[in-house]
């Protein structure tokens, strides 16, 4: 049988155990907050770019400057974007 010392000792590092566990679960609650922060800060900043690439492509447009590969690329996001509104009015019908 275990005496008194043993036991002790087990309920020491139990206690040491459970206080450590606390601190990861703090830990980890401030690592999720800080994750989900730091995926808004992403992806606002990607809505950002977008934007302004797209005033951009705006401007070279009206400018007459854009190269051939621009005028391409530019088609390419044009025609993905009227495929989204095809799927969106599409998606609209169904219902």
């Known amino acids: 049988m275990l005496d008194t010392a043993q036991l002790d000792n087990i309920h020491q590092k139990l206690q040491q155990l459970i206080k450590q566990h606390q601190l990861l679960q703090k830990e980890n609650?401030?690592?999720?907050?800080?994750?989900?922060?730091?995926?808004?800060?992403?992806?606002k900043k990607s809505?950002?770019?977008?934007?302004?690439?797209?005033?951009?492509?705006?401007?070279?447009?009206?400018a007459g400057t854009l190269y051939p590969d621009d005028k391409m690329a530019l088609q390419k996001r044009i025609d993905g974007y009227l495929k989204e509104i095809d799927h969106c009015i599409s998606l609209i019908k169904a219902e």
């Open 29 to 43: 609650v401030q690592l999720k907050k800080e994750l989900e922060k730091s995926v808004a800060t992403v992806q």
């Open 47 to 62: 809505e950002e770019i977008i934007s302004l690439q797209q005033k951009m492509d705006a401007i070279k447009l009206n």
